[in-house]
């Protein structure tokens, strides 16, 4: 998984990088960008999730990994 903030949307609201400091931080404006080029480690998805699910703006974007969606795509 990995998360990616657009700069477009992002207001500066700050909820993401509240409640996913270890994925988000502010920039000069206030305005959060992801960090480590967006990588969430499996143990963090649940607080990317939270931070997306919580910008009223909608500029927190979650994108699944490739590798993910074949795998929930096979059939069992």
Known sequence: MKV???????????????????????????????????????ELEAKARLAAANCPESAVIIIEDADDATEAAEPT
Do not use: S, W
């Open 4 to 42: 990616h903030v657009d700069q477009e949307l992002c207001q500066g609201h700050g909820r993401c990088y509240a409640l996913a400091p270890e994925l988000f931080e502010p920039d000069d404006l206030g305005n959060g960008f992801a960090i480590d080029e967006g990588d969430v480690p499996a």
